[in-house]
């Protein structure tokens, strides 16, 4: 009877009960079972995928909890001074044969070795003060003006990237004629500290000219999740020279390992492996570090230990894109750095903006005169 109704019935085109199909035999489901079918995978694959997360994070919690380092929860603990003998002359210390040394392979740079200068002898270091550059690719009104602070020019020249700078990042590919540091031997430097156009020196850091060693750097800070590393950065360096260790690095560029996006800092991790005395980070206070370890950020500037400053991510004496800038331009690109991350590094950035403002008052006549690129002598050295 109920067989008989359901094929004749006019709703027989639109209702079938679930498993008959015109012969009561097969299983022919209905768009209501194919959405039900479909809303039982997507929960179960959505269960799935739960269950998966909830794995993953309690994992990567493991994980976490026994690779923390004791930076991502500094403490201030060791409020004690940093260097606790004063140098003194009796320990072997002679400023004739100690120098600070800085670079200059662009005209670009010329604003902020000024202003390094400058900052150097504010500290009232005793120590040298040289400037090595490129005579083919330095404009005589840029090095008039990078020399006006103190800076006593040397001309080298070019080391060339190795694999012809293939992989090595286009900012980097000058920077391997870092190596001839330890050149300066020949102008009679037994050690030196290398600090790169892009600091301040904010504190006299003579001390290290004392150091029994014969290479020594701050380490690596960086934005990403790797943080403050074994690394050491190659802003600021203290060095022995030696012409048999200039050598012996020239021989082994073309063959060592080491990832060429990262240039001459990358080689000098290599080459120095094993061997490196680190450094306290006030030595080269990377402004990373304040995004990285705000903690350790603040504790650095409340001891008032700071020696250097290093402006890494942000230069106030380069335009967007790390393009050179006229001088009478430093002042407004200040300005706009100062708002750059948010804010971030304003104070550090005004900071930098106020030494070269004191640069540009304490030296006005070398200054207009290099501006205009006129011949400048200045320190014995003559400028052209």
Request: charged share 20%.
């Amino acid at each position: 009877m109920n067989s008989l109704w359901i094929r004749l019935s006019p709703l027989r085109r639109h209702y079938l009960p679930l498993g008959v199909d015109d012969d009561g035999y097969h299983d022919i489901p209905s768009p209501l079972r194919k959405r039900r079918r479909l809303v039982v995978a997507l929960a179960a694959l959505v269960a799935v995928s739960l269950l998966f997360n909830v794995l993953s994070l309690v994992k990567l919690s493991r994980s976490s909890s026994l690779q923390a380092r004791p930076l991502d929860d500094f403490q201030n603990l060791d409020t004690s001074p940093l260097i606790r003998v004063q140098s003194s002359s009796s320990n072997g210390y002679n400023a004739n044969i100690n120098a600070i040394v800085t670079t200059l392979f662009s005209d670009s740079y010329a604003p902020a070795v000024a202003t390094l200068g400058h900052s150097l002898r504010k500290v009232n270091t005793t120590a040298r003060l040289i400037a090595l550059y490129f005579p083919e690719k330095v404009s005589p009104s840029a090095l008039c003006l990078a020399a006006a602070s103190g800076f006593q020019p040397v001309a080298v020249s070019r080391i060339a990237p190795p694999h012809n700078g293939k992989g090595i990042h286009d900012h980097f590919l000058d920077q391997f004629t870092k190596l001839s540091l330890w050149s300066l031997e020949n102008e009679g430097i037994n050690a030196l500290v290398y600090v790169d156009a892009d600091t301040l020196v904010l504190r006299n850091f003579d001390e290290l000219f004392e150091l029994p060693y014969v290479f020594a750097a701050a380490p690596d800070v960086w934005e990403d999740r790797r943080g403050m590393t074994l690394e050491f950065n190659a802003g600021v360096l203290f060095l022995r020279t030696s012409m048999k260790t200039y050598q012996r690095m020239l021989d082994v560029l073309p063959t060592t390992r080491f990832p060429l996006f990262y240039a001459e800092q990358a080689f000098l991790n290599q080459y120095f492996s094993g061997r490196t005395l680190t450094l306290p980070p006030v030595y080269n206070a990377n402004i990373v570090t304040k995004k990285k370890y705000p903690e350790l950020w603040r504790s650095m500037w409340e001891g008032k230990e700071v020696r250097t400053i290093h402006y890494t991510v942000v230069k106030p004496f380069l335009g967007p894109k790390m393009s050179g800038i006229g001088v009478g331009e430093v002042d407004g690109r200040v300005k706009e750095v100062k708002e750059s991350e948010s804010g971030r590094y304003s104070e550090e950035v005004e900071m930098w903006g106020k030494m070269w403002v004191e640069t540009r008052e304490m030296y006005p006549k070398i200054r207009e005169e290099c501006i205009r690129g006129t011949t400048v002598k200045y320190s014995g050295v003559l400028l052209t």
